[in-house]
């Protein structure tokens, strides 16, 4: 385990986390807290911005930015944007923006001063801008001119933001000056200062009620460097003494200077890193340094305080984040070890609360306690850590403790101090106030109180309680002790305070105690804080209600209980269920008519509604008790024998809470106990709950009873709301059976669930006067026919009469009906069908005289109709059946007739006549039936007729269907007949078209055949006919179109060549083009369709048109006849298709067509592809003169694209003549390289001047072995860094070294060299030439890159340059690695030491140590010198254990160099080397000087040793350790009888001593017994010396021990006789004093304050301020008496005389109280005899005389 004061750790490595190393520096990187770091990264055009959790490194957020600034807020997930002068907030987790702003000036520095304000720095201003929504930035103040010119690397502002310090760097004389700006935004004034960190900081001065704001600043200059720290702002009570302090730099870091600081207001110390990687630490309070050392040899440019820890966390230019804080387990030991500074540590520690050094504290408090610094030890325990030492065993040493002199007690000296210093605990508190309240000086506890100097608590309030209860209301309330709150209160008669009070402090009293009190004084007010505590359901969880209640019950409060209980009740929870109970229970039985009201009011129903209604039944209450019963028997013994007694209503209303069996059940009862006096309520509870009971069992239960009119009351409220046939039957059964005729009437006719057909029996049945309700049911229901017969039957004609006329008309087609099934006389229809007139449904009534055949008795009734001008198609329908059936001219009147249904009438003909079918279909377009009716009848010319005349396509359709069987019969009568018969070209087009949709081409071939070849007839000349003659030969019969061509001449020749061509028909398409003239589209179809190109070019020829040469090439040069095709194209002065004509020639190399077609298209187009094309095939054809020419002249040609074709197919003189044209000396340079004229190619490259043409050029001259020319042109390489790399590796994978060596050598004399071209050579010569390597290394040693030289170095194992350049890099640590692991090659003995000295890194030191030990034993002692201050001496003991005995030995030397620290291990470890020695006075010397070692083990070695001294040692050393027998026979072992006797003696044991005085007279050793008796005096017995002296005759021995003890004895008992008489006349007392046992103490205390006589008389007394003279207020204090200076807050101790002093009568165990004295001494006190001596005894009091200042009070 390290002893460093510090933690240092490395939280995570930047780099490893994806962050790109160039990105990690000032400008890029931010860091507010040790909870983000935000990085900004720049990669060419990529910019991102990377935010790293530090609490969890692997969330890594990163989002693409334009930003130029980004950082993150230290407390929240929100980000901060900027640029030059815009700046945006961004809530990362809520996504959303927060603010935004812009400034009119460029930002130079931002930082976030707290986690809701940004401070911006310009360069004139500062502004503060806060993450509030619309907030804009406020200048605060304008920069001071001393910053001018500065690098603005911080900005601090103090916790109050009322002190802001800016902080600039620049360069001046060859160092970096600091400046800062201190400004104070109260005073608004600036201070220029210099300084390069500084930091605000909260720091409590001891003695200070309040934290100071301190401002500490580092600076180096010239001349000196200092840490200066002084309070800011207002000053608090107790000022912080301005400190500086001077900053120690290393000689190695002369130019080192801070960077940055932070300050700890957890541990009050301060954090200052420098540029150089190095820590100081220093103590706030004393400014001091605690530690420094270098943890970083990178430069740490960015830190935050770390407030988890107290310590500060930064970031290195490697990236590594690191912590460092104070150890608390360390620091103290260090700071007492290393810095030897005690006070130091005791005041960090106290500072702190460090439990390290509590050990510490402890040894300091005995030690001041042993020297008698009272105050000085109390001060310690005030300060010990965590109060440890503020125990009751530290106030009982201060009871135990005498007193100094004329100084006061020392338990007064202790609370003194510690109220002074702060607040007494809760134990100190007790331990001083019990002595107050005893002399009864409350009023100093109220001082306390209001100073807030004691720490209240229970044990304090209780104390206080029976002297003064309102001030232990206070200490209740101020210790959290609610219910001690809740009884002071209670003892107050505070009653209404206690709810409000328990709201506030959210506590639950003891309530029953509370009401128990209140109760018997003010039941009222019991009743309401009862009702305010069980209805705040914060306060009722601690009271038991049902305590409550019978408190309030033993009272008899029944009203007041009541009251209490409906308010606490008014929420009806279940759980209050007992409560209900017990509620309705106590007004049952003492207030019937409240617990009526009460259960009226229905409030409660989680009740015991058993118990309760055996209780309502009782009071009489039968109503209630019939609410409440629950079990059957109950409720119907109730019903039946209380129905009287209950209304009907509720009766009514009760039975919704039966179930229906029993509902029923209990009407039965009813019914049967008294069926007419019951039966109005059995109607009543049926007819409410009729759906509940089912309506089939109520009308059961009252046909049971034969109870009709009940049956039709129930039945009568039901019946319109009931969907139940039963229901309705039995309604007109029941309005039946009580001759409710019209109830009957009216359900029959408006309900719609009964039976009909049960109904209509049932009417039949009853053989009503009036059988309307049985022609309403059959007129409903669809049975007139049945309805009809039965009144015909029962001669009942006058209801057949009346139905058809009055009540339904529309049924008399049925009833007529009716009528002829019964054979009824034919006039009597007739005049019933009469009467009804028009009312009547013909149709109805046709259909039904229709089906018997009866028709003709319609005719009169009929024509009636008709005369009437009636036109329904029903009535006339009915008129053309008889007229055909009559045969009376049908033809006529069916041509005639209008109104006639077509469909209706054909069907009836087609039977009857066909012909006469055909009329009416044909009338009326009915064409499926006419097809029908004429297919039938073989009538097809009618059918043919008619078709053409309707041209109906969905009818042509059908007709031709294939299904049709009589499709040729029709089509043949069409053909010959219909067409030929028509005139209308309309008819003909339907015609023609309704074959073609049916597919039936040879017909319409036919038939066209005979429309348009017959000269004669109408459609010759029509060329629509003709292109469909041709278009359907064309598909149908090909052998005719060649005939048809030469004979039809009407036709579009264009539109059918197309479709002879798309059916293959192309020697026809051909015929029909070239008849027409279309030559372009005839030679496209003997090209593309014939393939017969040499008929194309027959034709062509004959033509001699462009177009159809362009076609004749197109299609030569798609069957690759490019030759052809080209002479084609150029007869046809046609370029259009010169890109494929390009492509073409180049496929089949006609570079001479090509020339001559391009010079052909030039002539018509100007397009750079046919001028770059033109260029190339001059190339190709070699006629470099024509090309060079061409170039020359004006072009558009794309020459660059050209001459790259060329470079790549190898023609590189037409390549060079190409970028010679255009100076493109790059590509002609590659291009004289390939040339192989490698001079001018580098002159071209020079001329170029681009890196990639140096590169190309190098590479094909290294390839050529043109090393001259090829380090010319290297050397324009090498100065680009990022190119170096390439050209390095292509010289070394051809084993090039030397002339690659060469290369950079010479390169480094160039102005343009830079640090890669170093570090390569470094590499170089490592690899190649190690010989050169040192001497390099030294000679340009930083101007390379040293790390990535040291990797190179390491990996080829030249550890001897490796170790120079480490050392040189001050990597010390890793320099004495390598020479401890690679010794042979890299050790030096006096390089080490020089290195060793320089590691940081102790355990370097340890593995340095191991390596000597093993390898260069003799050089060690030399080695540990060097590192001595540095390491941990218990490890290095430890090591050379490991190492082996001889190891120890080595470093003898070194162990007692630094055995001054007092080591356990180094201790032993020189003990051991001083026994092996037997070096017995080195051995002594270390033990006696040296405490800390196994003294135990020691003495167990050395006792059995074989030399006396070191036995002796052994002896010491058992007696050091207490173990007193142990070394006493060891003494006696080796006769030391002298050592022997002073150990007996320091062991302060009677039986030790007695043992030797018995072991002396045992062995007879007489002038040892008579030492031992003088050496160890005060423990020997007078009895046993004598005793041993008579029994062994050795009284002349003993004798002078006897004379001194007789002399002791009778001295002491003189002076107790002279102590008694003293006593005994001070119990007299002067006059005036009340005699008796009794113990005054008089009270007298200089102090600040004074109190005049008025004081007694009630006057508050005042404080004297020393300086001004001016009364001060400081509240009730004693009459009388004074406040003592060691509780007084004032800070001011000038001792004044007090005017009167009192004293104050102690009583003492049985006796009274004495009255004042009338001259007291001012410092004296009398106690009867023995009566002190025993107080003493039992409680452990002091005594002696009070001194002045000692509280004016005493302690028993």
């Known amino acids: 385990?390290?002893?460093?004061?510090?933690?240092?750790?490395?939280?995570?490595?930047?780099?490893?986390?994806?962050?790109?190393?160039?990105?990690?520096?000032?400008?890029?990187?931010?860091?507010?807290?040790?909870?983000?770091?935000?990085?900004?990264?720049?990669?060419?055009?990529?910019?991102?911005?990377?935010?790293?959790?530090?609490?969890?490194?692997?969330?890594?957020?990163?989002?693409?930015?334009?930003?130029?600034?980004?950082?993150?807020?230290?407390?929240?997930?929100?980000?901060?944007?900027?640029?030059?002068?815009?700046?945006?907030?961004?809530?990362?987790?809520?996504?959303?923006?927060?603010?935004?702003?812009?400034?009119?000036?460029?930002?130079?520095?931002?930082?976030?001063?707290?986690?809701?304000?940004?401070?911006?720095?310009?360069?004139?201003?500062?502004?503060?801008?806060?993450?509030?929504?619309?907030?804009?930035?406020?200048?605060?103040?304008?920069?001071?001119?001393?910053?001018?010119?500065?690098?603005?690397?911080?900005?601090?502002?103090?916790?109050?933001?009322?002190?802001?310090?800016?902080?600039?760097?620049?360069?001046?004389?060859?160092?970096?000056?600091?400046?800062?700006?201190?400004?104070?935004?109260?005073?608004?004034?600036?201070?220029?200062?210099?300084?390069?960190?500084?930091?605000?900081?909260?720091?409590?001065?001891?003695?200070?009620?309040?934290?100071?704001?301190?401002?500490?600043?580092?600076?180096?200059?010239?001349?000196?460097?200092?840490?200066?720290?002084?309070?800011?702002?207002?000053?608090?009570?107790?000022?912080?003494?301005?400190?500086?302090?001077?900053?120690?730099?290393?000689?190695?870091?002369?130019?080192?200077?801070?960077?940055?600081?932070?300050?700890?207001?957890?541990?009050?110390?301060?954090?200052?890193?420098?540029?150089?990687?190095?820590?100081?630490?220093?103590?706030?309070?004393?400014?001091?340094?605690?530690?420094?050392?270098?943890?970083?040899?990178?430069?740490?440019?960015?830190?935050?305080?770390?407030?988890?820890?107290?310590?500060?966390?930064?970031?290195?230019?490697?990236?590594?984040?690191?912590?460092?804080?104070?150890?608390?387990?360390?620091?103290?030991?260090?700071?007492?070890?290393?810095?030897?500074?005690?006070?130091?540590?005791?005041?960090?520690?106290?500072?702190?609360?460090?439990?390290?050094?509590?050990?510490?504290?402890?040894?300091?408090?005995?030690?001041?306690?042993?020297?008698?610094?009272?105050?000085?030890?109390?001060?310690?325990?005030?300060?010990?850590?965590?109060?440890?030492?503020?125990?009751?065993?530290?106030?009982?040493?201060?009871?135990?403790?005498?007193?100094?002199?004329?100084?006061?007690?020392?338990?007064?000296?202790?609370?003194?101090?510690?109220?002074?210093?702060?607040?007494?605990?809760?134990?100190?508190?007790?331990?001083?106030?019990?002595?107050?309240?005893?002399?009864?000086?409350?009023?100093?506890?109220?001082?306390?109180?209001?100073?807030?100097?004691?720490?209240?608590?229970?044990?304090?309030?209780?104390?206080?309680?029976?002297?003064?209860?309102?001030?232990?209301?206070?200490?209740?309330?101020?210790?959290?002790?609610?219910?001690?709150?809740?009884?002071?209160?209670?003892?107050?008669?505070?009653?209404?305070?206690?709810?409000?009070?328990?709201?506030?402090?959210?506590?639950?009293?003891?309530?029953?105690?509370?009401?128990?009190?209140?109760?018997?004084?003010?039941?009222?007010?019991?009743?309401?804080?009862?009702?305010?505590?069980?209805?705040?359901?914060?306060?009722?969880?601690?009271?038991?209600?049902?305590?409550?209640?019978?408190?309030?019950?033993?009272?008899?409060?029944?009203?007041?209980?009541?009251?209490?209980?409906?308010?606490?009740?008014?929420?009806?929870?279940?759980?209050?269920?007992?409560?209900?109970?017990?509620?309705?229970?106590?007004?049952?039985?003492?207030?019937?008519?409240?617990?009526?009201?009460?259960?009226?009011?229905?409030?409660?129903?989680?009740?015991?509604?058993?118990?309760?209604?055996?209780?309502?039944?009782?009071?009489?209450?039968?109503?209630?008790?019939?609410?409440?019963?629950?079990?059957?028997?109950?409720?119907?013994?109730?019903?039946?024998?209380?129905?009287?007694?209950?209304?009907?209503?509720?009766?009514?209303?009760?039975?919704?809470?039966?179930?229906?069996?029993?509902?029923?059940?209990?009407?039965?009862?009813?019914?049967?106990?008294?069926?007419?006096?019951?039966?109005?309520?059995?109607?009543?509870?049926?007819?409410?709950?009729?759906?509940?009971?089912?309506?089939?069992?109520?009308?059961?239960?009252?046909?049971?009873?034969?109870?009709?009119?009940?049956?039709?009351?129930?039945l009568n409220s039901i019946v319109n709301s009931s969907q139940d046939p039963t229901v309705h039957f039995a309604f007109i059964e029941a309005a039946a059976k009580t001759n409710h005729l019209k109830d009957v009437e009216r359900v029959c006719r408006e309900s719609n669930f009964y039976d009909p057909e049960k109904v209509k029996n049932f009417l039949k049945d009853a053989r009503l006067p009036d059988q309307l309700p049985l022609i309403i049911v059959c007129d409903r229901f669809d049975m007139v026919e049945d309805l009809t017969q039965y009144l015909y039957k029962n001669n009942m004609q006058q209801f057949i009469e009346g139905y058809v006329q009055k009540i339904n008309s529309m049924n008399t087609p049925a009833v007529v009906g009716a009528l002829i099934d019964v054979d009824c006389n034919e006039e009597y229809i007739k005049n019933l069908i009469m009467s009804v007139r028009s009312m009547c449904p013909v149709e109805e009534l046709v259909e039904q005289v229709e089906k018997r055949n009866r028709l003709r008795i319609l005719l009169p009734w009929l024509e009636a109709r008709i005369a009437e001008g009636n036109t329904e198609s029903a009535t006339h329908d009915a008129l053309m059946k008889i007229y055909i059936d009559n045969n009376n001219n049908a033809e006529k009147h069916l041509q005639t007739n209008q109104f006639y249904d077509s469909r209706i009438v054909g069907r009836y003909c087609e039977n009857r006549d066909p012909h006469l079918a055909y009329i009416v279909y044909k009338r009326g377009l009915c064409d499926d039936e006419l097809v029908a009716v004429t297919n039938k009848n073989s009538l097809f010319k009618l059918q043919a007729r008619y078709l053409v005349e309707r041209q109906s396509p969905e009818l042509w359709s059908k007709v031709l269907a294939p299904s049709n069987e009589h499709r040729k019969a029709v089509i043949d009568q069409v053909v010959q007949t219909a067409l030929p018969e028509s005139k209308s070209a309309e008819e003909v087009s339907s015609a023609v078209q309704a074959l073609m949709v049916a597919d039936m081409p040879n017909e319409l071939i036919e038939l066209l055949e005979k429309l348009v070849l017959d000269t004669h007839g109408g459609f010759s000349n029509n060329k629509n006919l003709q292109n469909l003659l041709l278009v359907t030969a064309i598909r149908n019969d090909p052998s005719k179109v060649m005939k048809f061509i030469g004979v039809l001449d009407k036709y579009d020749a264009a539109d059918i060549a197309n479709i002879a061509i798309t059916s293959g028909l192309f020697n026809e398409a051909f015929e029909m083009f070239s008849r027409k003239k279309l030559n372009g589209p005839a030679i496209r179809v003997l090209l593309d369709n014939l393939e017969e190109y040499d008929r194309a070019a027959q034709f062509a020829d004959v033509c001699k048109e462009p177009e159809v040469y362009s076609a004749l090439a197109e299609a030569q040069l798609r069957q690759n006849n490019v030759k052809d095709a080209i002479e084609s194209y150029v007869k046809a002065n046609d370029p259009s298709n010169y890109m494929n004509v390009i492509v073409g020639a180049e496929r089949e190399s006609l570079w001479e067509p090509l020339v001559k077609f391009l010079h052909m298209c030039r002539t018509r187009v100007k397009e750079a592809h046919i001028e770059s094309e033109l260029i190339y095939a001059l190339a190709k054809t070699n006629k470099l003169a024509e090309l060079e020419e061409f170039i020359t002249g004006p072009n558009c040609a794309q020459i660059a694209l050209i001459g790259d074709r060329c470079f790549d197919e190898g023609l590189f003189e037409a390549a060079k003549l190409l970028f010679n044209n255009i100076n493109n000396f790059a590509r002609l340079a590659t291009t004289l390289v390939k040339l192989q004229q490698y001079s001018s190619a580098v002159e071209a490259a020079r001329k170029a001047n681009s890196i990639k043409t140096w590169k190309e050029v190098n590479l094909h001259l290294v390839d050529a072995r043109e090393f001259r020319l090829a380090q010319l042109c290297a050397l324009h390489i090498v100065i680009h860094g990022d190119e170096l790399d390439e050209l390095i590796r292509q010289y070394e994978q051809r084993g090039f070294f030397d002339e690659l060596i060469s290369v950079l050598e010479n390169s480094l004399g160039s102005d343009r060299n830079h640090s890669g071209m170093f570090t390569e050579l470094a590499v170089l010569y490592s690899k190649y030439k190690p010989e050169k390597l040192e001497e390099y290394l030294r000679l340009f040693y930083g101007r390379f890159n040293s790390q990535k030289v040291l990797r190179i170095i390491e990996q080829n194992q030249q550890w001897k340059d490796l170790t120079w350049l480490l050392k040189a890099d001050k990597e010390f640590s890793n320099a004495a690695t390598v020479m401890i692991e690679h010794p042979i090659e890299a050790w030096d003995h006096a390089q080490f030491k020089d290195v060793i000295a320089l590691v940081p890194n102790v355990d370097i030191y340890y593995k340095a140590l191991k390596f000597y030990l093993r390898d260069h034993p003799l050089q060690t002692t030399e080695l540990l010198k060097v590192v001595a201050p540095k390491i941990d001496h218990t490890r290095v003991v430890s090591i050379a254990r490991q190492e082996g005995d001889h190891a120890l030995a080595l470093i003898k030397p070194y162990l007692a160099s630094v055995q001054h620290e007092n080591i356990a291990s180094v201790n032993e470890a020189l003990n051991e080397l001083h026994t092996e020695d037997e070096d017995y006075e080195a051995l002594r010397n270390s033990v006696d000087n040296f405490d800390k070692f196994d003294n135990i083990g020691l003495a167990h070695r050395l006792e059995k040793h074989e030399l006396l001294e070191f036995r002796r040692i052994a002896a010491t050393l058992y007696k050091r350790n207490n173990q007193w027998e142990k070394s006493i026979q060891l003494s006696k072992q080796d006769n030391l009888y002298t050592d022997a006797m002073k150990t007996a003696a320091e062991s302060a044991d009677l039986d030790s001593v007695e043992g030797l005085l018995r072991f002396f007279v045992d062995q007879g050793l007489r002038e040892c017994f008579a030492a031992c008796l003088y050496t160890c005096y005060d423990l020997v017995r007078p009895d046993v010396v004598m005793e041993l002296a008579w029994k062994h005759g050795l009284t002349d021995y003993a004798m002078p021990y006897l004379i001194q003890v007789i002399k002791e004895y009778t001295t002491r008992i003189e002076k107790l006789e002279k102590a008694n008489k003293d006593r005994t006349a001070a119990a007299a007392g002067p006059a005036g004093t009340v005699g008796g046992p009794q113990s005054t103490t008089t009270l007298s205390a200089p102090t600040s304050v004074s109190f005049d006589a008025a004081a007694s008389s009630g006057f508050a007394p005042v404080m004297i301020d020393p300086f001004t003279g001016m009364p001060l207020p400081v509240g009730v204090l004693p009459t009388g008496g004074v406040v003592p200076p060691q509780f007084s807050t004032a800070g001011l101790h000038m001792p004044m005389p007090l005017p009167l002093p009192m004293s104050v009568p102690m009583p003492m165990p049985g006796a009274g109280l004495a009255a004042p004295l009338s001259q007291p001494h001012p410092h004296s006190f009398t106690t009867p005899p023995g009566v002190m001596q025993h107080q003493q005894q039992q409680r452990g009091s002091f005594s002696g005389v009070l001194p002045p200042g000692s509280g004016g009070f005493s302690f028993v």
């Open 1 to 714: 385990m390290s002893d460093l004061p510090i933690q240092f750790k490395e939280i995570v490595q930047l780099p490893t986390l994806g962050v790109n190393p160039a990105a990690i520096g000032f400008a890029t990187l931010t860091m507010e807290s040790e909870k983000y770091i935000c990085v900004r990264d720049v990669t060419g055009t990529d910019k991102t911005v990377t935010i790293i959790d530090l609490l969890n490194p692997s969330n890594i957020l990163r989002r693409p930015t334009a930003a130029e600034g980004t950082t993150m807020n230290p407390a929240q997930n929100i980000l901060a944007l900027r640029d030059a002068q815009n700046l945006q907030i961004i809530d990362l987790g809520n996504k959303k923006p927060v603010n935004s702003c812009t400034i009119s000036e460029s930002i130079e520095f931002w930082k976030w001063i707290t986690d809701t304000k940004l401070g911006i720095v310009t360069a004139t201003s500062v502004y503060h801008w806060s993450l509030e929504a619309e907030a804009k930035p406020i200048k605060v103040f304008a920069r001071h001119q001393s910053l001018a010119g500065s690098q603005i690397i911080n900005y601090r502002v103090d916790s109050s933001e009322q002190w802001c310090c800016l902080i600039g760097i620049s360069k001046q004389e060859e160092r970096i000056v600091g400046a800062m700006q201190l400004y104070s935004v109260e005073r608004k004034i600036s201070q220029p200062l210099e300084g390069h960190a500084a930091a605000f900081a909260n720091f409590q001065v001891e003695g200070s009620p309040k934290p100071s704001t301190l401002f500490c600043f580092a600076s180096r200059s010239a001349q000196s460097a200092k840490l200066y720290a002084f309070e800011v702002g207002n000053p608090t009570e107790v000022k912080y003494q301005k400190k500086q302090t001077d900053i120690y730099f290393p000689a190695e870091a002369s130019a080192d200077f801070p960077v940055a600081m932070q300050v700890s207001d957890r541990y009050g110390v301060v954090y200052m890193i420098t540029k150089f990687g190095y820590i100081h630490i220093f103590d706030l309070g004393s400014a001091k340094l605690l530690y420094m050392n270098r943890i970083s040899s990178d430069t740490i440019f960015v830190t935050a305080p770390q407030q988890s820890n107290g310590g500060i966390i930064g970031v290195n230019r490697r990236g590594q984040v690191l912590s460092i804080t104070l150890d608390e387990n360390n620091v103290i030991q260090y700071i007492c070890t290393k810095l030897n500074d005690y006070d130091l540590a005791l005041k960090l520690a106290s500072r702190c609360g460090f439990d390290s050094a509590r050990d510490l504290f402890a040894q300091q408090f005995n030690s001041y306690l042993s020297q008698g610094r009272y105050k000085e030890a109390a001060k310690v325990a005030a300060d010990s850590p965590k109060g440890f030492l503020r125990t009751i065993q530290t106030i009982q040493r201060f009871q135990q403790l005498p007193a100094m002199g004329t100084q006061a007690p020392p338990l007064l000296q202790y609370f003194s101090v510690l109220l002074e210093l702060g607040k007494l605990n809760k134990l100190e508190a007790v331990e001083l106030c019990r002595p107050v309240l005893m002399q009864n000086k409350k009023e100093l506890i109220q001082n306390w109180l209001k100073e807030d100097k004691l720490e209240c608590s229970e044990e304090l309030g209780n104390l206080i309680l029976p002297h003064d209860p309102a001030l232990a209301l206070s200490v209740f309330y101020l210790a959290g002790t609610h219910d001690k709150v809740i009884q002071c209160l209670a003892e107050t008669n505070q009653y209404d305070r206690i709810v409000p009070y328990c709201q506030k402090v959210g506590h639950t009293p003891d309530g029953i105690n509370i009401l128990h009190t209140l109760i018997q004084t003010n039941p009222p007010g019991a009743v309401g804080l009862a009702l305010k505590l069980l209805t705040t359901p914060e306060l009722a969880q601690g009271l038991d209600i049902n305590q409550v209640v019978d408190l309030f019950m033993q009272r008899n409060m029944v009203q007041e209980t009541t009251s209490l209980l409906l308010d606490v009740l008014k929420r009806n929870l279940p759980s209050d269920a007992q409560l209900q109970t017990r509620l309705l229970e106590i007004n049952l039985i003492q207030a019937p008519q409240v617990a009526d009201a009460i259960l009226g009011k229905e409030w409660f129903t989680h009740y015991n509604r058993q118990h309760i209604a055996s209780l309502c039944e009782k009071a009489g209450l039968y109503q209630r008790a019939l609410e409440h019963y629950t079990d059957l028997a109950d409720m119907r013994r109730m019903i039946l024998q209380a129905s009287r007694a209950i209304s009907p209503e509720f009766l009514v209303g009760y039975f919704a809470k039966l179930n229906p069996d029993d509902s029923l059940a209990l009407l039965r009862d009813l019914l049967r106990q008294d069926p007419r006096g019951n039966l109005n309520l059995v109607v009543q509870v049926a007819i409410k709950y009729s759906e509940a009971f089912e309506a089939s069992r109520l009308i059961d239960l009252f046909e049971s009873f034969h109870s009709s009119e009940g049956l039709y009351q129930y």
